[in-house]
């Protein structure tokens, strides 16, 4: 793969003024359960070279799985530059080195079918105990990733991946009420996946969620659980930090650099280097060192994350978040969002309520006007509380609000924040009166 | 093909084996503003191997072709780790068959300029017709060449064309931001760009005029509900659920989803139908080689069918309905939709508007999501009914439901079926798969509408 991605540059150089080889090749192992009972194991290969030149200071792109034409892949790209972006790309010209991230493990490496098996076979055991009405789907995944970015000016990276999840999903029907609990987990490292965490999540919500009982509509008191959060609110944000939606003037942030538009205790992170989570790497997809951006700094917008043309568009510095696939160009997107833990604790957040909503998960909340902060979803899985109490899940009941706009009274923070499929670190968030809507 | 097929499957342990081989072309365009942003071209080729032993699954996906036989054995090895009873696969056909695509305007002979010019002059159009603050043009089509084999003996190859187009206006006061958009997609049929003008302008005067909308008081409403926004919600709130690989294994899910069961007045009738000529979820043969059909889910108010692979209707002792479908080569086919829809009733639009005292017209969707029980999807643009006439703009308007209910609670069906082909349908980590949706406009008492 190397000295096919090297022959591509090669090539590429003599018709363009500057060229670009992304190159990935990718093992992924996925073993499922399903119905409680283990169905197939799978092995994905994948490989690709994807390639961005300059021809004349227009941009083209190019990529192709095949490694045995070099020259179409080339031709491909140099086709395409005709009608490409005018290149404003400060091109990287030095190689990054491989930091110690901690993101590969040969322990992940060397994990069989077999231990995946069992450690599916555990979740799902553990879980269904709880009732003979419980069905579990579980998967175990491994992902083994080499990646490796190279330009005609000298610039680029390279490092290795490895990944291993779990996600479990409990399903319970009554009559016809069907309920859905589902947690994952991922690590770059084996020995700190921990899929206990899971199976007590899972099995904990399912208690939880015996009883089903009313709300009403009103504006209430409601707290996000981390996953709520990350499902929920922070899409918006992805979209209203993004540095090429603010360049085009459609974030409401344009303009707003440096404005305390949010409680002061609000603070937000992109953060691309953390040791040992999936999203971390040296380098972004241009080849560009990863960093951590305070997006959101004490309740002001403080910085947008960028790619290297989106940079060169707004007269600003890549943050090191040209993120990639192989099919097309990179464009600006976050490595692992992080908002910083207050100091309430969640038992203390129920206890302030004396009637709310605790919501864990939605569906369809990021279906609206993101861009403008919307949110509005199904709670999916949710609690009503009753004098500092859950007293059991709600169903056929939305919540609505604008982000940005509730992020500037917000409650309360979390005092301590939780990792989200391996994407997101938020703690719980607690709202004084948002919309809650019901059957009724 | 044939023989590295024929010899990679030679003498292999399993009860069934099926490869796919896929080669594909891709464009993609993208305008941002007024900038052309990106245009690329890829080329895959890649192919997997599905094997059964026992009741166990193994999957291999590739990209070197070449080493068949190594990937046949390791799925068949994968197989043999996955102990559980026997599964029996409902008996198909064997088919030989080659099935070439086609289109009236053909992306294929459509040079890469026309196109570029074509969207280039539709994205000016945008800014032309209202003042927006950018606008977002995303443009792609694809030609994929398939093989299918097992081990049955059926050999198909298939091509199959695709095109989707979404022109986004967002338009900006002070802090407020909104957005409007068409969206339109083909069977690789360059002509569904044709003579969009109106479209693109209605499109972009939305976007300005949301920003005077007022939000809509959160509660339950009577909702009539147009064809754009219908489809997605009987591809949300009902198709999923009629996915027998839902159900299958879930004994209690089958009680909910007995064929017989009422699910709403006599006048519904729900329909998935892969047959429809130049539909963009229609297919000749599907990802095991089954036969597309058209296939009755809910027939006059009453459960009457489910979409199935080999495996979930001989589970289930049902007939075959040709809906195993992948997105490409990296996935294993699963039970997909095709094309589904509402079919027409007799009431006319005016008539079922001038029979709303207090109630919400929805029109269109920015997308839908469901959970089996309950469904959401947000609609793009909505209007107060009063007294039976239409009234002041919404916005933020976003539905939730129970499908059991609200299936129920389907009023009255207009006689005005329309189709979406912009939809790109997402299961299982599949997405977006090309589907489409129909409906006539509905009239809905009793949905939840999330708001201030």
Known sequence: MQSFAEQVLELASRSAAWAEVYAVTEEQTPVSFEANRLRTIETKEVRGVALRVVVDGQIGFASSSRLDDPRTLVEDAVATARFGARSLMDYPTELVPEAPLELYDDDVVALSADEMVQMGQKMVDRVRRRGQDILCDADVRKEVVSVSVMNSSGGGGSYRLTVVSAGLHANRVRGTDILDVYESASSCHLKTLNINTVMGAVGGKLDLAEEVVPIRTANLPVIFTPKGVAMTLLNPFQAALNGKLVQQGASPFAGHLGEAMFDPSFCLYDDGRVPNVPSSAPCDGEGVPTQRTALIEDGRVNAFYYDLQTAGLAGTKSTGNGERSLGSMPTAAIHALRIKPGKVSYQDMLADMEEGLVVDQTMGADMGNILAGEFSGNVHLGFRVEGGRLVGRVKDTMVSGNVFRALGQIGAIGDRAYWVGGVFEVPYLYFPALSVSTRG | ?452
């Open chain 2, 1 to 452: 093909m044939r023989d590295l097929i024929a010899e990679a499957l030679r003498g292999q342990k399993a009860g069934y084996i099926e490869v796919h081989i896929e080669e594909a072309e891709a464009t993609h365009i993208r305008f941002r503003g007024h900038e052309l942003e990106e245009v690329g071209r890829s080329r895959v080729r890649g192919g997997n191997v599905r094997a059964l032993v026992g009741g166990g699954w193994g999957f291999v996906s590739f990209n070197d072709v070449e080493q068949l036989r190594r990937h046949v054995e390791q799925a068949v090895q994968q197989a043999a780790l996955v102990v559980r009873e026997p599964v029996t696969l409902a008996p198909a056909p064997v088919v030989q068959d080659v099935v070439g695509a086609q289109a009236p305007k053909d992306i294929r002979r459509e040079s890469l300029d026309h196109k570029v010019g074509l969207l280039q002059e539709y994205n000016e159009l945008l800014w032309a017709s209202a003042p927006l603050q950018t606008t977002t043009v995303r443009y792609g089509d694809s030609v994929r060449r398939t093989i299918f084999a097992d081990s049955e003996g059926s050999f198909v190859e298939q091509e199959h064309l695709d095109l989707s187009a979404v022109f986004v206006a967002v338009a900006r006061k002070n802090g407020d931001v909104e957005q409007a958009f068409l969206s339109v997609g083909s069977k690789g049929d360059l002509s569904v760009l044709d003579g969009r003008q109106a479209d693109i302008a209605a499109a972009a005067r939305r976007a300005v005029d949301l920003l005077s909308a007022q939000r809509i008081q959160g509660g339950t409403y009577t909702v009539l509900v147009d064809p754009r926004l219908a489809g997605v919600f009987v591809h949300e709130a009902f198709g999923h659920l009629s996915e027998a690989d839902h159900v299958y294994e879930n004994p209690r899910l089958r009680e909910i989803m007995v064929l017989g069961r009422r699910f709403g007045k006599p006048f519904l009738n729900i329909v998935d139908n892969a047959t429809l000529p130049g539909r963009r979820g229609s297919y000749a043969y599907d990802a095991e080689g089954v036969p597309a059909a058209k296939t009755f889910l809910i027939r006059e108010g009453e459960l009457v069918g489910r979409l199935h692979s080999r495996e979930t209707a001989a589970k289930m002792g049902e007939a075959l309905t040709g809906n195993a479908r992948a997105i490409n080569y990296r996935f294993p086919p699963i039970v997909r939709m095709s094309n589904t829809y509402i079919e027409p009733g007799e009431t006319t639009f005016d008539q079922m508007l001038s029979g709303i005292d207090q109630g919400i017209y929805v029109k269109d969707s920015f997308g839908g999501q469901t959970s089996m029980e309950m469904f959401t999807f947000s609609a793009t643009e909505a209007f107060v009914i009063r007294g039976g006439k239409l009234a002041e703009p919404l916005r933020g308007v976003n539905l939730s439901g129970n499908v059991f209910q609200t299936l129920a609670n389907i009023e009255a069906i207009g006689n005005d079926l329309e189709w979406s082909e912009g939809g790109g349908c997402g299961k299982g980590g599949q997405s977006p798969l090309p589907v489409s949706t129909g409906s006539p406009h509905l009239l809905i008492r009793d949905v939840v509408i999330g708001g201030k």
